[in-house]
């Protein structure tokens, strides 16, 4: 049975910086690439970033590109996304997803490309 689990949301001020995490287990870590999404209230569930198996290749939606950084470690089977210069809209509900191949091709801003979910981490960003 595969399990995902997110951690390390929080409330932060505008401008600081948060790490999220994330396992999965009951699965083969390095065969899939991974993906953040997250979803505020009221709003549609969006896509945030996208890594590849080897976590040599990675994707951002533009509102987070130069402040959010994603990366894995496989060895120890974790997913990471760090969040710098954080403002008020990047409030949401963060989940950690894996994709049903190992790379972020078409399809990956798509939640139905996404196999598996976590239950989410809330992320809260003060002004």
């Known amino acids: 049975q595969v399990q995902v689990v997110e951690s390390g949301g929080g409330l932060v001020q505008a401008g600081g910086s948060l790490r999220l995490s994330c396992t999965a287990s009951g699965l083969t870590f390095d065969d899939h690439a991974m993906g953040w999404f997250r979803e505020a209230p009221g709003k549609e569930r969006e896509w945030v970033s996208c890594?590849?198996?080897?976590?040599?290749?990675?994707e951002y939606t533009n509102s987070v590109k130069g402040r959010f950084t994603i990366s894995r470690d496989n060895a120890k089977g974790i997913l990471y996304l760090q969040m710098n210069s954080l403002n008020p809209e990047d409030t949401a509900m963060y989940y950690c997803?894996?994709?049903?191949?190992?790379?972020?091709?078409?399809?990956?801003?798509?939640?139905?490309?996404?196999?598996?979910w976590g239950q989410g981490t809330q992320v809260t960003v003060s002004s």
């Open positions: 890594i590849k198996w080897s976590g040599s290749h990675t």
């Open positions: 997803a894996v994709r049903s191949g190992l790379y972020c091709s078409d399809g990956l801003a798509s939640p139905s490309g996404y196999k598996y």
